[in-house]
Protein backbone atom coordinates (compact mmCIF):
# COMPACT_ATOMS: atom_id res chain seq x y z
CA UNK A 1 0.00 0.00 0.00
CA UNK A 2 1.46 3.60 -1.15
CA UNK A 3 1.78 5.85 1.47
CA UNK A 4 -0.61 8.82 1.26
CA UNK A 5 -3.48 6.64 -0.30
CA UNK A 6 -6.13 6.87 1.75
CA UNK A 7 -8.30 3.80 2.16
CA UNK A 8 -12.37 3.75 1.19
CA UNK A 9 -14.62 3.64 4.11
CA UNK A 10 -17.96 1.68 3.09
CA UNK A 11 -21.09 2.33 4.54
CA UNK A 12 -24.48 0.35 4.33
CA UNK A 13 -27.89 1.18 6.11
CA UNK A 14 -29.11 -1.79 8.38
CA UNK A 15 -32.01 -2.96 10.04
CA UNK A 16 -31.14 -2.82 13.77
CA UNK A 17 -32.36 -5.54 15.65
CA UNK A 18 -35.03 -3.30 17.24
CA UNK A 19 -36.09 -2.43 14.00
CA UNK A 20 -34.33 1.11 13.52
CA UNK A 21 -32.46 1.86 11.03
CA UNK A 22 -28.77 2.90 10.57
CA UNK A 23 -26.06 3.06 8.36
CA UNK A 24 -22.62 1.94 9.88
CA UNK A 25 -19.13 1.33 8.26
CA UNK A 26 -19.45 -2.33 6.86
CA UNK A 27 -15.43 -2.66 5.74
CA UNK A 28 -12.87 -0.68 5.49
CA UNK A 29 -11.11 -1.00 2.19
CA UNK A 30 -11.24 -4.56 0.90
CA UNK A 31 -12.15 -5.85 4.40
CA UNK A 32 -9.45 -7.62 5.31
CA UNK A 33 -8.79 -5.99 8.56
CA UNK A 34 -12.12 -4.48 9.21
CA UNK A 35 -15.38 -5.62 8.32
CA UNK A 36 -18.79 -6.45 9.70
CA UNK A 37 -19.72 -9.57 10.68
CA UNK A 38 -23.47 -9.66 8.99
CA UNK A 39 -23.79 -13.43 8.72
CA UNK A 40 -26.39 -13.88 10.58
CA UNK A 41 -29.87 -11.87 9.17
CA UNK A 42 -32.63 -10.22 11.16
CA UNK A 43 -34.58 -12.90 13.07
CA UNK A 44 -37.91 -13.92 10.77
CA UNK A 45 -38.30 -17.32 11.63
CA UNK A 46 -38.61 -19.43 15.02
CA UNK A 47 -35.25 -21.54 13.68
CA UNK A 48 -33.25 -18.07 13.00
CA UNK A 49 -30.29 -16.97 15.30
CA UNK A 50 -30.50 -13.72 17.14
CA UNK A 51 -26.82 -12.12 16.32
CA UNK A 52 -26.13 -8.21 16.29
CA UNK A 53 -23.69 -7.52 13.13
CA UNK A 54 -20.67 -6.84 15.31
CA UNK A 55 -17.31 -5.49 13.90
CA UNK A 56 -14.41 -7.58 13.33
CA UNK A 57 -10.56 -6.89 13.57
CA UNK A 58 -9.23 -9.38 11.89
CA UNK A 59 -5.72 -9.28 12.55
CA UNK A 60 -4.91 -12.94 12.58
CA UNK A 61 -6.52 -15.88 12.08
CA UNK A 62 -6.02 -19.55 13.91
CA UNK A 63 -5.65 -20.71 17.04
CA UNK A 64 -2.57 -22.65 18.93
CA UNK A 65 -5.43 -24.48 20.94
CA UNK A 66 -7.00 -27.44 19.41
CA UNK A 67 -10.70 -27.96 21.08
CA UNK A 68 -13.16 -30.01 19.53
CA UNK A 69 -16.12 -28.42 18.35
CA UNK A 70 -14.05 -25.36 16.90
CA UNK A 71 -15.45 -24.05 14.11
CA UNK A 72 -12.08 -22.37 13.04
CA UNK A 73 -12.18 -25.71 11.61
CA UNK A 74 -14.63 -25.06 9.11
CA UNK A 75 -14.10 -21.64 8.59
CA UNK A 76 -10.71 -21.92 7.48
CA UNK A 77 -10.67 -25.31 6.10
CA UNK A 78 -9.29 -24.38 2.50
CA UNK A 79 -6.32 -22.30 3.21
CA UNK A 80 -3.08 -24.34 3.32
CA UNK A 81 -2.51 -23.26 6.68
CA UNK A 82 -5.70 -24.77 8.21
CA UNK A 83 -6.22 -23.31 11.65
CA UNK A 84 -2.48 -22.92 12.60
CA UNK A 85 -1.87 -19.08 14.23
CA UNK A 86 -1.31 -16.68 10.98
CA UNK A 87 -0.44 -13.16 12.21
CA UNK A 88 -1.14 -10.19 9.90
CA UNK A 89 1.50 -7.29 8.60
CA UNK A 90 0.79 -4.80 11.75
CA UNK A 91 1.25 -1.88 9.32
CA UNK A 92 -1.69 -2.83 7.44
CA UNK A 93 -3.56 -3.51 10.57
CA UNK A 94 -2.82 0.05 11.85
CA UNK A 95 -3.61 1.90 8.33
CA UNK A 96 -7.01 0.41 8.39
CA UNK A 97 -7.77 1.23 12.05
CA UNK A 98 -7.01 4.73 11.57
CA UNK A 99 -9.56 4.58 8.65
CA UNK A 100 -11.77 3.54 10.78
CA UNK A 101 -11.10 6.03 13.55
CA UNK A 102 -11.19 9.19 11.55
CA UNK A 103 -14.37 8.04 10.30
CA UNK A 104 -17.08 10.12 12.20
CA UNK A 105 -19.79 6.93 12.73
CA UNK A 106 -21.15 5.24 15.33
CA UNK A 107 -19.33 3.76 18.60
CA UNK A 108 -18.64 0.35 18.16
CA UNK A 109 -16.52 -2.71 19.88
CA UNK A 110 -14.07 -3.67 17.59
CA UNK A 111 -13.81 -7.94 18.29
CA UNK A 112 -10.21 -9.19 17.85
CA UNK A 113 -11.28 -12.87 18.35
CA UNK A 114 -13.53 -14.13 15.86
CA UNK A 115 -11.11 -15.85 13.89
CA UNK A 116 -8.16 -16.22 16.20
CA UNK A 117 -7.42 -16.67 20.10
CA UNK A 118 -6.88 -12.81 20.85
CA UNK A 119 -4.07 -13.70 23.07
CA UNK A 120 -2.28 -16.10 20.89
CA UNK A 121 0.59 -13.64 19.98
CA UNK A 122 1.71 -12.28 23.74
CA UNK A 123 5.31 -14.59 23.62
CA UNK A 124 7.17 -13.05 21.01
CA UNK A 125 8.74 -9.11 21.15
CA UNK A 126 6.31 -7.53 19.26
CA UNK A 127 2.45 -8.67 21.64
CA UNK A 128 -0.60 -7.79 19.76
CA UNK A 129 -1.90 -6.24 23.25
CA UNK A 130 0.87 -3.88 23.11
CA UNK A 131 0.54 -2.47 19.83
CA UNK A 132 -3.57 -2.44 19.53
CA UNK A 133 -4.48 -1.24 22.93
CA UNK A 134 -2.24 1.59 22.59
CA UNK A 135 -4.09 2.49 19.03
CA UNK A 136 -7.26 2.56 21.06
CA UNK A 137 -5.92 5.01 24.01
CA UNK A 138 -5.36 7.52 21.50
CA UNK A 139 -9.17 7.94 20.79
CA UNK A 140 -11.71 7.73 22.36
CA UNK A 141 -15.04 6.52 20.67
CA UNK A 142 -14.18 2.92 19.88
CA UNK A 143 -13.34 -0.30 22.29
CA UNK A 144 -11.02 -3.41 21.50
CA UNK A 145 -12.69 -6.84 22.49
CA UNK A 146 -10.24 -9.68 23.52
CA UNK A 147 -11.71 -12.90 23.37
CA UNK A 148 -9.76 -15.84 24.49
CA UNK A 149 -8.89 -18.81 26.47
CA UNK A 150 -5.24 -18.45 27.24
CA UNK A 151 -4.03 -17.27 30.49
CA UNK A 152 -1.43 -15.27 28.85
CA UNK A 153 -2.05 -11.64 30.86
CA UNK A 154 1.33 -10.39 31.90
CA UNK A 155 1.75 -8.07 28.58
CA UNK A 156 -1.85 -6.91 29.35
CA UNK A 157 -0.98 -6.43 33.21
CA UNK A 158 2.00 -4.17 32.42
CA UNK A 159 -0.04 -1.79 30.31
CA UNK A 160 -1.33 0.86 32.73
CA UNK A 161 -3.85 2.81 30.25
CA UNK A 162 -6.73 0.60 28.72
CA UNK A 163 -10.16 2.09 29.51
CA UNK A 164 -10.86 1.14 25.73
CA UNK A 165 -10.10 -2.42 26.16
CA UNK A 166 -12.83 -5.47 26.96
CA UNK A 167 -11.38 -8.38 28.39
CA UNK A 168 -13.36 -11.98 27.66
CA UNK A 169 -13.09 -15.09 28.96
CA UNK A 170 -14.16 -18.50 27.29
CA UNK A 171 -15.00 -20.60 30.29
CA UNK A 172 -16.33 -24.04 30.57
CA UNK A 173 -17.01 -26.72 32.85
CA UNK A 174 -14.10 -28.97 34.37
CA UNK A 175 -14.77 -31.86 32.65
CA UNK A 176 -15.88 -30.55 29.10
CA UNK A 177 -13.12 -28.57 29.09
CA UNK A 178 -10.63 -31.43 29.36
CA UNK A 179 -12.31 -33.69 27.27
CA UNK A 180 -12.87 -31.61 24.37
CA UNK A 181 -10.93 -28.01 24.89
CA UNK A 182 -7.34 -28.42 24.39
CA UNK A 183 -6.58 -25.39 26.20
CA UNK A 184 -5.79 -23.92 29.68
CA UNK A 185 -6.96 -25.19 32.36
CA UNK A 186 -10.37 -24.11 33.72
CA UNK A 187 -8.64 -22.84 37.25
CA UNK A 188 -5.84 -21.13 34.72
CA UNK A 189 -8.20 -19.04 32.91
CA UNK A 190 -10.41 -17.98 35.88
CA UNK A 191 -7.44 -16.32 38.22
CA UNK A 192 -6.06 -15.01 34.43
CA UNK A 193 -9.08 -13.31 33.84
CA UNK A 194 -9.36 -12.00 37.69
CA UNK A 195 -5.72 -10.93 37.16
CA UNK A 196 -6.94 -8.21 34.55
CA UNK A 197 -10.01 -7.66 36.44
CA UNK A 198 -8.15 -6.53 39.17
CA UNK A 199 -6.06 -4.49 37.08
CA UNK A 200 -9.31 -2.87 35.78
CA UNK A 201 -9.71 -3.75 32.78
CA UNK A 202 -13.86 -4.21 31.80
CA UNK A 203 -13.83 -8.10 32.28
CA UNK A 204 -16.85 -10.49 30.81
CA UNK A 205 -17.30 -14.26 30.37
CA UNK A 206 -18.48 -16.53 27.65
CA UNK A 207 -19.98 -19.81 28.78
CA UNK A 208 -19.89 -21.31 25.41
CA UNK A 209 -20.66 -23.77 24.51
CA UNK A 210 -22.75 -25.51 27.29
CA UNK A 211 -22.57 -29.41 27.20
CA UNK A 212 -25.07 -31.35 28.33
CA UNK A 213 -23.19 -33.68 30.12
CA UNK A 214 -24.75 -36.30 32.71
CA UNK A 215 -23.74 -34.02 35.66
CA UNK A 216 -24.26 -31.05 33.68
CA UNK A 217 -26.33 -28.57 36.30
CA UNK A 218 -23.64 -29.48 39.27
CA UNK A 219 -20.86 -28.86 36.79
CA UNK A 220 -22.25 -25.30 35.30
CA UNK A 221 -23.27 -24.13 38.66
CA UNK A 222 -20.16 -24.87 40.61
CA UNK A 223 -18.12 -23.25 37.41
CA UNK A 224 -20.38 -19.73 38.23
CA UNK A 225 -19.92 -20.41 41.69
CA UNK A 226 -15.65 -20.31 41.01
CA UNK A 227 -16.12 -17.30 39.03
CA UNK A 228 -17.96 -15.14 41.44
CA UNK A 229 -15.74 -16.43 44.45
CA UNK A 230 -12.92 -14.31 42.42
CA UNK A 231 -14.96 -11.28 40.64
CA UNK A 232 -17.88 -10.30 39.11
CA UNK A 233 -18.18 -10.22 35.33
CA UNK A 234 -19.50 -7.33 33.73
CA UNK A 235 -21.52 -9.37 31.60
CA UNK A 236 -21.91 -13.04 31.00
CA UNK A 237 -22.98 -14.79 27.47
CA UNK A 238 -24.15 -18.43 27.71
CA UNK A 239 -24.16 -20.16 24.44
CA UNK A 240 -25.29 -23.79 24.10
CA UNK A 241 -23.38 -26.19 21.88
CA UNK A 242 -24.25 -25.83 18.08
CA UNK A 243 -22.17 -27.02 15.17
CA UNK A 244 -21.93 -26.18 11.56
CA UNK A 245 -21.74 -29.14 8.46
CA UNK A 246 -18.22 -27.44 7.81
CA UNK A 247 -17.58 -27.56 11.53
CA UNK A 248 -18.88 -31.15 12.16
CA UNK A 249 -17.16 -32.59 8.73
CA UNK A 250 -13.81 -31.19 9.79
CA UNK A 251 -13.78 -32.26 13.66
CA UNK A 252 -11.25 -34.99 14.12
CA UNK A 253 -13.04 -36.07 17.47
CA UNK A 254 -16.90 -36.35 16.48
CA UNK A 255 -17.73 -37.78 19.75
CA UNK A 256 -19.67 -34.45 20.83
CA UNK A 257 -21.77 -34.71 18.40
CA UNK A 258 -23.93 -36.82 20.03
CA UNK A 259 -25.42 -33.65 21.97
CA UNK A 260 -26.77 -32.26 19.00
CA UNK A 261 -29.91 -33.36 17.26
CA UNK A 262 -32.03 -30.62 16.59
CA UNK A 263 -31.47 -28.30 13.16
CA UNK A 264 -31.16 -24.47 13.16
CA UNK A 265 -30.05 -21.42 11.47
CA UNK A 266 -27.08 -21.71 12.50
CA UNK A 267 -26.39 -25.78 12.04
CA UNK A 268 -26.97 -28.67 14.42
CA UNK A 269 -27.41 -28.13 18.24
CA UNK A 270 -28.85 -29.18 21.39
CA UNK A 271 -32.68 -30.28 21.39
CA UNK A 272 -35.16 -26.90 22.22
CA UNK A 273 -35.75 -28.28 25.98
CA UNK A 274 -32.76 -29.42 27.14
CA UNK A 275 -31.83 -26.07 25.92
CA UNK A 276 -34.54 -24.27 28.04
CA UNK A 277 -33.76 -26.13 31.09
CA UNK A 278 -29.97 -25.17 30.80
CA UNK A 279 -30.56 -21.60 30.16
CA UNK A 280 -33.37 -21.14 33.34
CA UNK A 281 -30.79 -23.49 35.54
CA UNK A 282 -28.07 -21.29 35.15
CA UNK A 283 -29.83 -17.84 35.20
CA UNK A 284 -31.82 -18.87 37.43
CA UNK A 285 -28.16 -20.22 39.57
CA UNK A 286 -26.86 -16.20 38.80
CA UNK A 287 -30.24 -14.74 40.21
CA UNK A 288 -30.61 -16.81 43.23
CA UNK A 289 -27.49 -17.20 44.15
CA UNK A 290 -25.47 -14.08 43.28
CA UNK A 291 -27.90 -11.46 42.56
CA UNK A 292 -26.79 -11.32 38.90
CA UNK A 293 -28.84 -10.67 35.95
CA UNK A 294 -26.21 -9.24 33.24
CA UNK A 295 -27.15 -12.50 30.85
CA UNK A 296 -27.47 -12.57 27.14
CA UNK A 297 -27.36 -15.92 24.90
CA UNK A 298 -25.01 -16.13 22.02
CA UNK A 299 -26.42 -17.25 18.46
CA UNK A 300 -29.23 -18.71 20.22
CA UNK A 301 -32.68 -18.94 18.10
CA UNK A 302 -35.69 -16.58 17.87
CA UNK A 303 -38.35 -19.19 19.43
CA UNK A 304 -35.66 -19.63 22.16
CA UNK A 305 -35.40 -16.09 23.01
CA UNK A 306 -39.22 -16.05 22.99
CA UNK A 307 -39.87 -19.37 25.38
CA UNK A 308 -37.62 -17.81 27.95
CA UNK A 309 -39.14 -14.37 28.01
CA UNK A 310 -36.31 -12.51 27.16
CA UNK A 311 -36.28 -9.51 24.29
CA UNK A 312 -33.98 -10.15 22.11
CA UNK A 313 -33.98 -6.30 20.70
CA UNK A 314 -32.07 -5.36 23.98
CA UNK A 315 -29.61 -7.93 23.52
CA UNK A 316 -26.48 -6.79 25.49
CA UNK A 317 -24.31 -9.74 24.12
CA UNK A 318 -20.35 -10.54 24.65
CA UNK A 319 -19.49 -8.55 21.28
CA UNK A 320 -21.35 -5.26 21.11
CA UNK A 321 -20.89 -2.47 23.56
Known sequence: MRRGIRLKVKMKEYEMLDGSMKTLVQQISDGSIVKRFERTPLPKRETDVVCPHFVELKWAYGCPFDCAWCYLKGTLRLLPTGTRPVVKDFDKVKKHLLAFFEHNGEDEVLNTG???????????????????????????????????????????????????????????????????????GLQDRIRAAGKVYDAGYETRIRIDPIVPV????????????????????ERITLGTLRGLQSTVRKAKDKSWTEYISEKSGWGRRTCSDLRKEVYMTLMGHLSQQHNYDKVALCKETLSMWDSLGMDYTFIRCNCIW
Open 114 to 184: ELADSLMWESVPDPFSRFVIPMFEAQKRHKVLFLTKSARVSNLLDIQQHSNTIMSFSMNAESVSSRWERAP
Open 214 to 233: SDWKEQYCSLIDSIFDRFVP
